[in-house]
Every structure is written in structure tokens, then in C-alpha cells.
């Protein structure tokens, strides 16, 4: 066993009361409309910072994701189509089959998924060790709408089904 497994093993409970304190402060963070314009970030004072961050519709979580950092993919959020969040709109609210990260909705669609992101809330709460997991842990446990589930979460889950 390595020095990290042994680590983990041995503080399982604390790792796990870590974990749940972070998604109360996500949970309880300020939540913010997102508007489609490229000062978005700034204008709510995003910081530069690692950290994870939640969508919510009404106080349903809806996505969550982790980053290096926050104002850099909240700007990437604002892009068209360049994010997973909007082409999981595209694809789960507006049927759109062909959105990935290359192929830009019809601009028909475009509108509908802004108009359906400006209906969003998002939170965000700095976390320097453990934004993974977290991001992992929350899919998890909360199943947000737009989150496809990793490989290493699925394979997970069937190891404990087994």
C-alpha cells in the first residue's frame, strides 16, 4: 500500500466530513444569473482561482464542474457550444444530436440555449485540494441533469455493485 491509500484509509472520516462541509458551502455559496456577455466574470468578481462550481435551476444542482480556474471557465461557459453544459442542453432540452465541441448548434438552437442558460443560477466556492473527488462526489450523490458520469465514477460504481 501506498503512502496515499494508507492516508486515506486511515482518515476516511475525515475525507468524507471534508467533502460534505464543501458541498454545504457550494450549496450556500451567493448564486448568480448568468448573463451571455463576455464580461460576465469579471462583472461578478469570478475569482482567478481553483476551485468548484454548481448550476443550479431554481435550487435544483443541474451541473457541476471542477477548474484550475474559475474566471477562465466561466468565460469558456459563455462561449458558444464550447462547453459540456451547453451541449447538454442543446442535446437533453432541445433534442440537438449533432452539438459537440467542434459543431455549433443552428443559430435557432443557439438562442434557445442561451435563453435556457440566462434561466440558470451559478455558484462557485475556491477548493485547493480535492476539486475531483469533489466534482465525483457530488455527480454521485446528486446526479445533476447535465453531468455525463466519468469512467472512473462508473467503473466505481459497478466495483461496489459486484
Known amino acids: 500500500m501506498d503512502i496515499i491509500e494508507e492516508l486515506v484509509n486511515n482518515n476516511q472520516e475525515l475525507i468524507d466530513d471534508y467533502i460534505?462541509?464543501?458541498?454545504?458551502?457550494?450549496?450556500?455559496?451567493?448564486?448568480?444569473?448568468?448573463?451571455?456577455?463576455r464580461?460576465?466574470?469579471?462583472?461578478?468578481?469570478v475569482p482567478g482561482t481553483e476551485g468548484v462550481y454548481g448550476i443550479f435551476d431554481e435550487d435544483k444542482l443541474c451541473y457541476v464542474?471542477?477548474?484550475?480556474?474559475?474566471q477562465e471557465r466561466m468565460n469558456d461557459i459563455h462561449d458558444t457550444m464550447h462547453h459540456t453544459i451547453r451541449r447538454n442542453i442543446a442535446k437533453l432540452d432541445?433534442?440537438?444530436k449533432g452539438a459537440n465541441s467542434k459543431n455549433k448548434a443552428d443559430d435557432e438552437?443557439?438562442?434557445?440555449?442561451?435563453?435556457?442558460?440566462?434561466?440558470?443560477?451559478?455558484?462557485w466556492i475556491e477548493v485547493k485540494l480535492g476539486r475531483?473527488?469533489?466534482?465525483?462526489?457530488?455527480?454521485?450523490?446528486?446526479?445533476?441533469?447535465?453531468?455525463?458520469?466519468?469512467?472512473?465514477?462508473?467503473?466505481?460504481k459497478s466495483n461496489k455493485n459486484s
Not at 464580461?39 to 468578481?45: A, D, P
Not at 475531483?132 to 466505481?156: A, C, F, G, H, V
Open 65 to 70: 464542474g471542477e477548474t484550475a480556474c474559475l
Open 132 to 156: 475531483s473527488e469533489l466534482e465525483e462526489k457530488i455527480i454521485e450523490i446528486k446526479d445533476p441533469k447535465y453531468n455525463k458520469k466519468t469512467k472512473r465514477l462508473l467503473k466505481r
Open 20 to 37: 460534505k462541509r464543501l458541498i454545504e458551502k457550494l450549496y450556500n455559496a451567493t448564486r448568480y444569473s448568468y448573463q451571455h456577455e
Open 109 to 123: 438552437t443557439e438562442e434557445k440555449i442561451t435563453k435556457r442558460m440566462e434561466q440558470l443560477k451559478i455558484a
Open 39 to 45: 464580461q460576465w466574470s469579471k462583472k461578478n468578481n
Open 94 to 96: 432541445f433534442g440537438y
